[in-house]
């Protein structure tokens, strides 16, 4: 069993940054990791994936650009650096242990979640 616990949530204004972390319970090299997220009355959608490596990275088009997918594995720790924010990006964002697919990522494992809102 594989725990996923985010921090880095918050509030911000339109314009703004933050760094969301997601940490691991266990070693998590063999796995590609991402970002999900789900607003309310909206279906939760795939934001951002990173290979095992990390030398692969594949983005939503609603965040190109402005949002990038990093990992150390030694820590255990996938990050997800969210700049030039807009109140669009108010929602839940879930961690997510899974596997590459056409889809963005097909997850095995979730985190509980840490909310982002940004005001206008």
């Known amino acids: 069993q594989v725990h996923l616990v985010e921090s880095g949530g918050g509030l911000v204004q339109a314009g703004g940054s933050l760094r969301l972390s997601c940490a691991a319970s266990?070693?998590?090299?063999?796995?590609?990791m991402g970002w999900f997220r789900q607003a309310p009355g909206k279906e939760r959608e795939f934001v951002a994936a990173?290979?095992?490596?990390?030398?692969?990275?594949n983005y939503a088009d609603s965040v190109k650009g402005r949002f990038t997918i990093s990992r150390d594995n030694a820590k255990r720790t996938v990050y997800l650096q969210m700049n030039s924010l807009k109140p669009e990006d108010t929602a839940v964002h879930y961690c997510?242990?899974?596997?590459?697919?056409?889809?963005?990522?097909?997850?095995?494992?979730w985190g509980q979640g840490t909310q982002v809102t940004v005001s206008s």
């Open positions: 266990v070693p998590f090299g063999g796995y590609a």
């Open positions: 997510a242990v899974g596997l590459i697919s056409g889809s963005g990522l097909t997850p095995n494992y």
């Open positions: 990173i290979s095992r490596s990390g030398r692969d990275t």
